[in-house]
T-cell receptor
């Protein structure tokens, strides 16, 4: 089954304790992305990656790191989490190449709910 | 002003009614327009996507794009209780791919049996 898998699904932790949220896709997609979803603000892009070893900042990258060492994995790293990073996080993937009507929209994982106390 | 505006609702309609969901946007560079459905505790799933202006139909769902007015709509005919979810519009510019998706805040829809 084609899917985007995130782990953990739920995490409660404390300020300053480094954490990593993993994301893995089995569709051989070039493009992967991380979003956070907050009430009244919708989904906002944190980082994205167009292929292995190629990453770029989205709209709200502060306080986050990513890496793309393998095509299937795109972990999100919070080096020193703070309470304002409490949110629902989504990973997404899609084939990158395509223009016009052949463009392929993104497929999302089921989310990771992070609470930082 | 946000680049994409979407009425958050909530919107409640009786089963069988026609539902109209809308987004407006300010960035004229947007060329790809998408509608995602998100059930509680799940990730968004793609419902419809259109490139540039016009209509697209898929079963009970119709997506409309009016680029001159910077306005997009999703119509749901013969609405069912299983359509109860949050609907998100999303847009991206005509670049190589869809790396810069901008989302609306979502409209929560409830279909009353």
């Amino acid at each position: 089954e084609a899917q985007v898998t995130q782990n953990p699904r739920y995490l409660i932790t404390v300020t300053g304790k480094k954490l990593t949220v993993t994301c893995s896709q089995n569709m051989n997609h070039e493009y992967m992305s991380w979003y956070r979803q907050d009430p009244g603000l919708g989904l906002r892009q944190i980082y994205y990656s167009m292929n292995v070893e190629v990453t770029d900042k989205g709209d709200v990258p502060e306080g986050y790191k990513v890496s793309r060492k393998e095509k299937r994995n795109f972990p999100l790293i919070l080096e020193s989490p703070s309470p304002n990073q409490t949110s629902l996080y989504f990973c997404a993937s899609s084939p990158y190449f395509g223009t016009g009507d052949s463009n392929q929209p993104q497929h999302f994982g089921d989310g990771t709910r992070l609470s930082i106390l | 002003q946000k680049e994409v505006e979407q009425d958050p609702g909530p919107l409640s309609v009786p089963e069988g009614a026609i539902v109209s969901l809308n987004c407006t946007y300010s960035n004229s560079a947007f060329q790809y327009f998408m509608w995602y459905r998100q059930y509680s505790r799940k990730g968004p799933e793609l419902l419809m996507y259109t490139y540039s202006s016009g209509n697209k139909e898929d079963g009970r769902f119709t997506a409309q794009v009016d680029k001159s007015s910077k306005y997009i709509s999703l119509f749901i005919r013969d609405s069912q209780p299983s359509d109860s979810a949050t609907y998100l519009c999303a847009m991206s510019p005509r670049v190589f791919g869809n790396e810069k998706l901008t989302f609306g805040t979502g409209t929560r829809l409830t279909i009353i049996p």
